[in-house]
């Protein structure tokens, strides 16, 4: 049998690169079909490659943080008994379907794609590789998407006390050590450094240098294109408006305190997202998007709601979105908001989840800010910003009283929609908010 090279494959969405994250596996180690060898960042994802051998691994032909094109060969491997002969290629044929050669046992490429899509049998690494993993976690049980949330929070595994039923560490366990220590991160405010100027550093400095470059790839290069293209393509429109959101905490309290919520997190951004849609129906064109043809331009208006969230995520702004939200009930679009969320802070938000978004919700209430202009998601026409909601000085009937207090924004593409369907959506959106009963109609 001979030697197979396995070639980076297109994951999908016809991407044309990927940038070698992390090598699972290291030159000599026995892997299994699809266990996973290399994790890869994509423009829209992070993806986990399954192996479409078994055999022992020969040679790892890309080092890790380089950036290669899709059909370049990433790895060697050995069948076990191989002898010497030409080697074989698998990747993918020239329709994007999975291509094998019919030597080294008929070995095919399974299958590839994000964490839940493929199983993960890890071996343990040779002492080089080992290197490259964070000391403190050596011993801890933990899955890998979980050992991958720790790395991006800043989180050490052995600090954690695990609460899994077999003693493993679990995603919520890692989250409340995140953020316990942001509580105590904050405590003491740090010396400036003596350098004027520097970004966030990708390696340590050489002393005595004042500035550092980020090369700029995967996620943000993908969203530094898309936020230039919108911005001077589309003209934007903003509108703002302040509203008192009581009743909508009033609502999210009893749900949370509701049995039928009580396996699913609750915030004030399901309410708005419930807003948002039910907002769509009464001014369509906000769902709609300018379309250029070769005979011209035209509105597409959508009469579906692919309800995009922006996340801020460790590697960087996804929005994915929820298809289909429109036909979503109360419980199930809270269960779809957690999943999206859950899914966008691990970094496996996979490239459809990115695509086809209608229209976006970005909460910046969540970093305290009350307001703001956002710039609208390419390929829709509106994007809604919800402010922090706190206690504010407020009018009722006449008189002063505390009332929680937020800011609904939103920016526009004026070819699309004019200033009176943007200003109607906006202030039905925060008529939902003031008066969730509205949602019952």
Same mark, same amino acid.
């Given at each position: 049998?001979?030697?197979?090279?396995?070639?980076?494959?297109?994951?999908?969405? @016809? #991407?044309?690169?990927?940038?070698?994250?992390?090598?699972?596996?290291?030159?000599?180690?026995?892997?299994?079909?699809?266990? =996973?060898?290399?994790?890869?960042?994509?423009?829209?994802?992070?993806?986990?490659?399954?192996?479409?051998?078994?055999?022992?691994?020969?040679?790892?032909?890309?080092? +890790?943080?380089? *950036?290669?094109?899709?059909?370049?060969?990433?790895?060697?491997?050995?069948?076990? !008994?191989?002898?010497?002969?030409?080697?074989?290629?698998? !990747?993918?044929?020239?329709?994007?379907?999975?291509?094998?050669?019919? +030597? !080294?046992? @008929?070995?095919?490429?399974?299958?590839?794609?994000?964490?839940?899509?493929?199983?993960?049998?890890?071996r343990p690494r040779t002492p080089e590789a080992s290197q490259q993993q964070v000391r403190a976690?050596?011993?801890? =049980?933990?899955?890998?998407?979980?050992?991958? #949330?720790?790395?991006?929070?800043?989180?050490d595994l052995s600090a954690v006390t695990p609460t899994g039923p077999s003693g493993e560490v679990?995603?919520?366990?890692?989250? %409340?050590?995140?953020?316990?220590? $942001?509580?105590?991160?904050?405590?003491?405010?740090?010396?400036?450094?003596?350098?004027?100027?520097?970004?966030?550093?990708? %390696?340590?400095?050489?002393? @005595?240098?004042? +500035?550092? *470059?980020?090369?700029? &790839?995967?996620?943000? &290069?993908?969203?530094?294109?898309?936020?230039?293209?919108?911005?001077?393509?589309?003209?934007?429109?903003?509108?703002?408006?302040?509203?008192?959101?009581?009743? *909508?905490?009033? #609502?999210?309290?009893?749900?949370?305190?509701?049995?039928?919520?009580?396996?699913?997190? =609750?915030?004030?951004?399901?309410?708005?997202?419930?807003?948002?849609?039910?907002?769509?129906?009464?001014?369509?064109?906000?769902?709609?998007?300018?379309?250029?043809?070769?005979?011209?331009?035209?509105?597409?208006?959508?009469?579906?709601?692919?309800?995009?969230?922006?996340?801020?995520?460790?590697?960087?702004?996804?929005?994915?979105?929820?298809?289909?939200?429109?036909?979503?009930?109360?419980?199930?679009?809270?269960?779809? #908001? +957690?999943?999206?969320?859950?899914?966008?802070?691990?970094?496996?938000?996979?490239?459809?989840?990115?695509?086809?978004?209608?229209?976006?919700?970005?909460?910046?209430?969540?970093?305290?800010?009350?307001?703001?202009?956002?710039?609208?998601?390419?390929?829709?026409?509106?994007?809604?910003?919800?402010? *922090?909601?706190?206690? &504010?000085?407020?009018?009722?009937?006449?008189?002063?009283?505390?009332?929680?207090?937020?800011?609904?924004? @939103?920016?526009?593409?004026?070819?699309?929609?004019?200033?009176?369907?943007?200003?109607?959506? =906006?202030?039905?959106?925060? $008529?939902?908010?003031?008066?969730?009963?509205?949602?019952?109609?």
């Amino acid at each position: 049998m001979s030697t197979q090279t396995f070639v980076l494959p297109d994951v999908g969405e @016809g #991407l044309t690169e990927a940038e070698i994250v992390q090598w699972r596996v290291a030159a000599g180690e026995t892997v299994a079909v699809n266990d =996973v060898i290399v994790e890869i960042e994509t423009a829209k994802s992070l993806v986990e490659l399954p192996s479409p051998f078994a055999g022992t691994v020969g040679e790892l032909l890309v080092p +890790e943080g380089t *950036t290669v094109a899709v059909g370049a060969p990433i790895i060697t491997i050995d069948p076990v !008994g191989a002898a010497d002969a030409s080697p074989a290629v698998v !990747g993918h044929s020239e329709h994007g379907e999975p291509a094998a050669s019919d +030597e !080294g046992g @008929g070995a095919v490429l399974v299958g590839y794609g994000t964490g839940g899509a493929v199983a993960s049998r890890r071996r343990p690494r040779t002492p080089e590789a080992s290197q490259q993993q964070v000391r403190a976690s050596v011993g801890v =049980v933990a899955k890998p998407p979980i050992r991958k #949330l720790a790395r991006d929070l800043g989180v050490d595994l052995s600090a954690v006390t695990p609460t899994g039923p077999s003693g493993e560490v679990t995603r919520d366990d890692v989250l %409340a050590q995140a953020s316990q220590a $942001s509580v105590f991160r904050n405590l003491q405010t740090p010396e400036l450094p003596e350098v004027r100027e520097q970004t966030i550093p990708v %390696a340590v400095p050489p002393a @005595g240098d004042r +500035e550092e *470059t980020i090369p700029v &790839k995967g996620v943000r &290069k993908a969203t530094a294109s898309g936020m230039v293209r919108s911005a001077y393509t589309a003209p934007h429109v903003s509108v703002w408006t302040d509203v008192d959101a009581t009743r *909508t905490m009033e #609502l999210v309290k009893r749900l949370k305190a509701s049995p039928d919520f009580a396996d699913i997190k =609750v915030s004030p951004l399901l309410i708005v997202a419930r807003a948002v849609i039910w907002a769509v129906r009464r001014t369509p064109m906000v769902n709609a998007a300018w379309v250029d043809t070769d005979n011209g331009a035209e509105i597409r208006v959508r009469n579906y709601v692919n309800l995009g969230i922006a996340a801020a995520t460790p590697r960087g702004l996804l929005v994915p979105n929820i298809k289909d939200a429109q036909d979503l009930s109360m419980r199930d679009l809270a269960r779809a #908001l +957690e999943r999206l969320t859950v899914t966008a802070r691990e970094g496996k938000t996979s490239p459809a989840d990115q695509q086809g978004g209608t229209i976006t919700i970005t909460n910046i209430g969540v970093f305290g800010m009350d307001a703001g202009t956002p710039i609208i998601n390419p390929g829709e026409s509106g994007i809604i910003a919800m402010g *922090t909601i706190r206690q &504010k000085p407020w009018v009722v009937d006449g008189e002063v009283r505390p009332r929680f207090v937020t800011t609904v924004s @939103g920016s526009f593409d004026h070819r699309v929609i004019d200033g009176d369907g943007m200003s109607r959506f =906006v202030a039905d959106v925060a $008529s939902v908010l003031e008066e969730p009963a509205l949602l019952l109609d």
